[in-house]
């Protein structure tokens, strides 16, 4: 097991980690010279980032892209874009066409489709480049089971090297559509926000490597960053 220890970034409580992440993503994209693509974790865990970035992430160059999606209306309490534009997107001056969410409009095998070819267009190829990451920063969260975005436990996108984006349509309440492992490792920086003394143990597994977790199975290209709380990993 080569595991994703990468660089561990603790606070003392999720309000300080936030305030803490958010400083480096702001940082980051001010190093970043052109286009600043983001992909976004869904879940409570990023509210409270979210909240921060709405005032202090600069919105010139960014592009926003979510790892994953429950397949439900994107009004639907439990979308991933109505937190996002609840806690950020509505506060701030980010140009239309620099927000691609995942669609729900038609069904999830379609919806998968079409969001892979809007990741090839904005990528320029329909081959990843290792040279060329598709994303200079994808936030993942963690759950208690070690997933993360909808790479579930014993599905069958665990499986996936070929495709960008895939349906999930079992394991959890509804469908959702997330990205494969090939797009979530074709990024400069790959970050985890985890907070919680419930998800300690995935950390502490996920970060040595433990295939029997999704998250394990990550290989990000880049450099791999945990920002955790002092519950969720010291």
Known sequence: MTGIAGTTIVEPDPQSLARRA????????AATQGSFRLALSGGSTPRLLYRLLATSMPTARL???????????????????RMAKEEWLSHADIP???????????????CAHRYEATLKSVYGADV???????????????????????????????GERTRWTAPVMKGRDEPRITLTY???????????????????DAVARARAGDESLPAGRLHP???TIWFLDEAAGA
Do not use: C, M
């Not at 958010?22 to 994209?29: G, H, P």
């Not at 592009?63 to 874009?81: A, I, K, M, Q, T």
């Not at 239309?96 to 379609?110: F, K, S």
């Open 22 to 29: 958010a400083q480096w993503l702001v940082e980051r994209s």
């Open 63 to 81: 592009e926003l892209f979510w790892g994953d999606e429950r397949f439900v209306p994107p009004d639907d309490p439990d979308s991933n874009y």
């Open 128 to 158: 990843l480049d290792p040279a060329r990451p598709l994303f200079d920063v994808v936030l993942l969260g963690l759950g208690d089971d070690g997933h993360t975005a909808s790479l579930l436990p014993g599905q069958p996108v665990l």
């Open 182 to 200: 090939p797009a979530l490792e074709s990024s400069r920086a790959v970050v985890f926000l985890v907070t919680g003394a419930d998800k300690r």
């Open 221 to 223: 290209q880049g450099e």
């Open 96 to 110: 239309h066409g620099q927000i691609h969410p995942i669609p729900t409009d038609t069904d999830p095998r379609d």
